[in-house]
């Protein structure tokens, strides 16, 4: 059958099902259209709702701890050339002083160049 419906794009359900022009995930309660299926990437916003690219320079908003460090990455650190991922901490970095790790972006803020 070539009709088959999409697995949820939040959980993976294969239990999905049509409700009027919706499609609806019971495991999870998700409910999505299916023209917007493919329109495009999930979209990664930082902490005041500006939409965040790939190479973009991001500033710290709260003091982060390390995790299995003891040291912090401080408020207003600058951080340049993000990578975006799934995921939890969905931006991928390399922080001054500091090394490669991850961050999430609702602790971030996107800087204007």
Known sequence: MSD???????????YTYEADALLVCPECGHEWSPD???AGEAVVRDAVGNVLADGDTVTVIKDLK?????TVVKVGTKVRGIRLVD????????????GQMGLKSQFVKKVSE
């Open 4 to 14: 088959t419906l999409p697995p949820c794009p939040e959980c993976n359900s294969a």
């Open 36 to 38: 917007a299926e493919g």
């Open 66 to 70: 390390v995790k299995g460090s003891s």
């Open 87 to 98: 995921g939890d901490h969905d931006i991928d970095c390399k922080v001054p002083g500091i």
